[in-house]
């Protein structure tokens, strides 16, 4: 029979989970995953799109309608110019002559250009409270939000316009992305979940802990190669709440000697497949 897991894996998870989540504004803006930052740094295009972006930006421009503008296309446009305007006031208004003062024009120029490309302000808005609340440098905090931004840029691009997720729960996909691919969930699995996610009208917030979970699955095998585990999860059979056991069994298997690609291959096996958690124990330890 199986044994159990123990506590130490579960301390273990608690403590990478923890540690995916207070990354944002670590070490001037950069996470543990050193490669997901090249991933948005080092292929960005001109336009500071990340590379996997480049073919949707590409084909949209191919395929503009120099005629009249589609109406959905028209309300889209101003509901971007409402959001951004409603940014705006919010930031002239926060924390007026207080850490904001040096940054606030600077904050302004890239919120508007990330709302502009469609970009959640709720997710802008988000990222500013927690740099204050932890009391980063000015010059921290603008950094490690101007490199999410161009994270939620490309996102915004996969998005396309769509309706998925609804404005009132876009910032929670958002921040998870930036999150994921700042702790070494690569753009291919991240693309992946997206694009599943929006043709089948996921809850946005199981789709954000998905990322999250893949995350610190990856960050427990060093980084390597479990990115994919995001989608895997989302599809799966089971609850939010049920993920952080799925990031112990990983923690067990990498003591174990298990190599990512032995783990990928039980958890597409097992979760991929309608299976539970006590299936993908047993495949990994028997």
């Known amino acids: 029979m199986a044994k159990r897991p123990t506590s130490a894996p579960r301390i273990v998870a608690a403590a990478i989970l923890l540690a995916i989540g207070v990354g944002a504004f670590a070490q001037g803006g950069q996470g543990s995953g050193g490669q997901s930052d090249q991933a948005a740094q080092g292929k960005e295009q001109p336009d500071g799109t990340p590379a996997a ?17 589609p109406s959905s296309e028209a309300r ?14 919010w930031l002239d208004s926060y924390m007026p002559g207080g850490e904001l003062e040096t940054t606030r ?9 990330a709302i502009e490309a469609g970009v959640s302000a709720d997710a802008i808005k988000a990222r500013i ?42 910032a929670e996909l958002y921040l998870a992305v930036s999150t994921a691919l700042r702790n070494g969930v690569g753009e291919g699995p991240v693309a992946g979940l997206v694009s599943w996610a929006k043709g089948t009208n996921a809850d946005p917030a199981k789709a954000g ?6 995350a610190s699955i990856s960050a427990a095998f060093r980084g390597a190669g479990a990115g994919d585990a995001a989608l895997t ?14 990031v112990e069994l990983a923690v067990r298997a990498r003591e174990a000697g298990v190599t990512p690609e032995r783990f990928m291959e039980a958890l597409e096996a097992t979760l991929g497949r309608g ?11 028997g």
């Open 53 to 69: 972006a480049a073919s949707a930006s590409a084909s949209g421009r191919a395929g503009a309608d120099t005629g009249e503008r």
């Open 76 to 89: 889209g446009e101003a509901t971007r110019a409402r959001a951004e305007l409603e940014f705006m006031r």
């Open 105 to 113: 024009a600077r904050l302004r120029e890239m919120a508007a250009v």
């Open 129 to 170: 409270r927690e740099a204050v609340a932890k009391r980063v440098s000015a010059e921290t905090m603008l950094r490690a939000i101007e490199e999410d931004a161009l994270r939620w840029r490309w996102v915004a691009r996969l998005l396309d316009g769509s309706d998925w997720p609804p404005d009132d729960r876009a």
């Open 209 to 214: 802990a998905a990322l999250a979970a893949a």
């Open 233 to 246: 999860l989302l599809r799966s059979r089971l609850r939010v709440r049920q993920y952080s056991a799925a």
């Open 275 to 285: 299976g539970s958690l006590r299936d993908l124990e047993r495949a990994l330890f």
